[in-house]
């Protein structure tokens, strides 16, 4: 196992903000290789890990509010982004052991571990069956029972995407595929085209499509099918979790995936754990809607920290 260092690209700046100080490295776990981005050690680290058929740079509007007090590491899930594709290789288990050897032998002390969607899945998993390696947890509108995926739109949307992604074609034509897909949304009866929803004008749609472009198919299928959580059970996963969590959770009306159900089972299973409900923003969270999110996120970091002390002058 090992970091590619020939690898190392540097992130420049893109808009308003300043991502020069951020690298993009491989590191091999002996099975695959994962793509990685690192900002400057400017305090305790801090992994984010995206959803499913996202990639890295899904948190590029959270990383300028976060990286000036945190050292960020943002993996590429494996079959996303730049990172190795498996056959028939994503189970929560198994992404979750490549992050586990990604903190093991390149971060190499306690994270806060902050993943969105699957992200937080394999974030739950981690936290459960290595604590060692987890100071704090931050879960991002993830599922925790099954129920909310199955009835939700996403196993629409997911296969509409798989399609897509085995289609192929340029990323103009992803974004055209994309804009076309329908959904049930909830509230109302007829399906409405992606395109259609707010938020997704044709400039988020590019940004979604080259996210796509360097997806496995494999993922959808294995979500669709059921067998990347054939091992999931939530309850049992939040028993074991003893670091400080915070839930973050989308309004379900507008898509979200974790339920009031989950939310009250895990605030009575995790002993220190805090829940912050976003009622205006759906699944998609800081990507629809940064600042919010980044609040959020920050109080509770900030929480973690060690008090200043103070000291006390007689007269």
């Not at 909830?186 to 988020?204: C, Q, T």
């Amino acid at each position: 196992m090992g970091v590619d260092a020939g690898s190392c690209e540097v992130i420049p700046s893109i808009g308003n903000h300043d991502y020069s100080g951020t690298r993009e490295q491989l590191f091999d776990t002996g099975q695959v290789k994962l793509n990685y981005a690192e900002t400057p050690d400017n305090g305790p680290p801090l992994v984010l890990v995206h959803g499913l058929g996202r990639r890295w740079q899904v948190f590029l509007p959270l990383i300028p509010g976060l990286a000036p007090r945190w050292h960020i590491y943002a993996p590429d899930l494996r079959g996303h982004g730049k990172s190795t594709h498996m056959v028939r290789g994503y189970r929560i288990s198994q992404y979750a052991d490549d992050i586990v050897r990604l903190l093991t032998a390149v971060v190499t002390e306690p994270v806060i571990l902050f993943g969105h969607s699957l992200g937080g899945m394999v974030s739950m998993w981690i936290a459960a069956h290595h604590p060692n390696l987890i100071r704090a947890l931050i879960l991002g509108d993830n599922v925790i029972s099954g129920d909310s995926f199955e009835h939700s739109m996403y196993p629409t949307l997911f296969a509409g995407l798989r399609d897509l992604v085995t289609k192929g074609g340029s990323t103009e034509d992803i974004a055209r595929g994309l804009a076309r897909i329908q959904l049930k949304v909830p509230g109302l009866e007829e399906l409405v085209p992606i395109g259609d929803l707010p938020g997704n004008d044709e400039a988020h749609l590019l940004w979604w499509a080259r996210c796509l472009e360097s997806v496995d198919p494999d993922i959808f299928a294995m979500t669709l099918e059921g067998s990347s959580f054939e091992e999931w059970d939530g309850e049992k996963l939040l028993r074991q979790i003893r670091c400080p969590t915070l839930l973050l959770q989308a309004n379900p009306e507008l898509g979200g995936l974790m339920s009031d159900t989950d939310v009250e089972r895990a605030l009575e299973l995790i002993s220190n754990a805090s829940h912050v409900r976003f009622p205006t923003l759906g699944h998609a969270l800081y990507i629809q809607q940064a600042e919010p999110v980044l609040r959020a996120v920050t109080d509770f970091l900030e929480s973690l920290r060690p008090p200043t002390s103070q000291k006390t002058s007689t007269s």
